[in-house]
């Protein structure tokens, strides 16, 4: 039952705005090294913010959030059918 009430903190943790700032924040320190370096600024079409690289992180997060949230109904779905058929193992071979 305790499991249960850090649940709402699972995807508190998992949000997306969360790790989408976390991704923008690695990517911004990275761009102000490169912009520091003489020699990257003499190639104004090279991609060094790696956009992409950020828009495909942020899918692949939400994929394993999905995962992770299919997976817990799953389970909880699956205790609560175990807990029926026990329920009614135990009401037709006890009689009770």
């Not at 990517?27 to 520091?36: A, E, H, M, P, V």
């Not at 956009?51 to 389970?75: D, H, K, N, P």
């Amino acid at each position: 039952m305790f499991q249960l009430l850090r649940l709402p903190g699972l995807f508190i943790i998992i949000n997306p705005r969360n790790a989408t700032n976390i991704i923008k924040a690695y990517y911004r320190g990275k761009i102000k090294r490169t912009l520091s370096n003489d020699d990257y600024k003499q190639k104004p079409f090279t991609d060094f913010n790696k956009i992409m690289m950020q828009i495909m992180i942020g899918y692949v997060f939400r994929i394993l959030r999905l995962a992770v949230i299919v997976v817990l109904i799953c389970y909880f779905s699956g205790t609560l059918f175990y807990l029926f058929c026990w329920q009614l193992y135990l009401d037709h071979y006890q009689g009770t």
